[in-house]
């Protein structure tokens, strides 16, 4: 009898112990909606990157600390990725020195890996291969620019176009944007007091609300815009604010073109091979919209890359 007592009462006292947990669980995540994020893990040197475990993370809205509540590596059962290569039909033909490094990129994704490409002219995306595994049919679908953007030429729009066309898919997003950047449908001046593109703000929020990681590369444009440094260097400054916000990165040297593309397309794989898919909670708002977050770690020699604001579904 005295041996079922105490058995009695380690049991209700781990009833006690679980329905706290219960309770205080469900206080954390009342009013909170989960919200979800790719994050990618860049090492801080030269050696591999050091793995980021679910209890090293911090999610932090101004000064507040949000609940992780998801943390895994993208492999495995977690692998998928649909990766889309745009490039600028505005591009100079020069660019095609550089096609056969995007070629060999695309045949060096694993199978997990769905590739589209397509070429951006006129505000819109041509698209010459669908998302598909095959890769050496991506790779086949990759030819010359036209040299020409058509008559309302924007990457930007064409970017948005993309991310609003793209298939639902539990898959990552990656968009590779090959162009100068330039906004020829904005071509000329700025208007007084606008120091930020609109089109680069638009695609930045549908970037961010899709959930879509961007990285760009310069190449060099055509037509007299092209030739104009300040054009030029708005053009890459919009690359590098859109590619920043959405956890990408703009890749370019000066505003001539890269000897080569290999060592971007490096850095960019070794991105892909180190990601997680996080999640959080936080409180909605009554509408849906963007929402200012900051992912960190304190891991030595690592550093975590996301995008800025997430999209948080209404209340």
Same mark, same amino acid.
Do not use: C
């Given at each position: ?148 953007? =058509?008559?309302?030429? %924007? #990457?930007? $729009? !064409?970017?948005?176009?993309?991310? @609003? ?6 898959? &990552? ?13 904005? =071509?000329?001046?700025? %208007? #007084?007091? $606008? !120091?930020?593109?609109?089109?680069? @703000? ?6 961010? &609300? ?106």
């Amino acid at each position: 009898m005295k041996q079922y007592g105490v058995r009695r009462g380690v049991f209700v006292f781990l009833i006690a112990v679980f329905a706290g947990m219960l309770v205080a669980h469900t206080q954390e995540t009342a009013g909170t909606v989960p919200v979800h994020m790719t994050v990618t893990a860049s090492a801080t040197g030269d050696g591999p990157t050091p793995e980021v475990k679910r209890s090293d993370v911090t999610v932090r809205q101004r000064r507040e600390h949000l609940q992780v509540t998801g943390w895994e590596a993208a492999r495995g059962s977690h692998a998928g990725l649909d990766l889309f290569i745009a490039i600028d039909d505005a591009a100079d033909r020069s660019l095609g020195s550089q096609l056969n490094d995007l070629r060999a990129f695309i045949n060096a994704q694993p199978p997990t890996t769905n590739v589209g490409v397509g070429y951006m002219r006129n505000a819109t995306i041509q698209i010459v291969q669908n998302f598909t595994p095959d890769h050496a049919a991506a790779a086949n679908s990759v030819r010359l620019p036209l040299g020409n953007a =058509g008559s309302f030429g %924007s #990457p930007f $729009l !064409s970017a948005i176009s993309l991310m @609003n066309g793209w298939p639902a898919h539990p898959n &990552r997003r990656v968009l590779i944007m090959v162009t100068d950047g330039i906004d020829r449908a904005r =071509g000329g001046p700025r %208007s #007084p007091g $606008l !120091s930020t593109n609109p089109d680069v @703000n638009s695609a930045t929020t549908v970037g961010q &609300r899709t959930g879509t990681i961007i990285y760009g590369l310069f190449t060099p444009g055509v037509g007299h815009l092209s030739r104009n440094f300040l054009e030029a260097t708005n053009g890459q400054n919009g690359m590098a604010r859109l590619s920043e916000a959405t956890g990408g990165e703009a890749f370019f040297l000066g505003t001539r073109a890269p000897v080569s593309f290999r060592p971007f397309l490096e850095s960019i794989q070794k991105s892909l091979d180190n990601q997680y898919l996080l999640e959080f909670r936080i409180a909605p708002n009554r509408r849906a919209g963007l929402q200012s977050v900051s992912v960190d770690t304190e891991v030595s020699g690592v550093e975590l890359i996301s995008a800025d604001s997430a999209w948080v579904p209404a209340q």
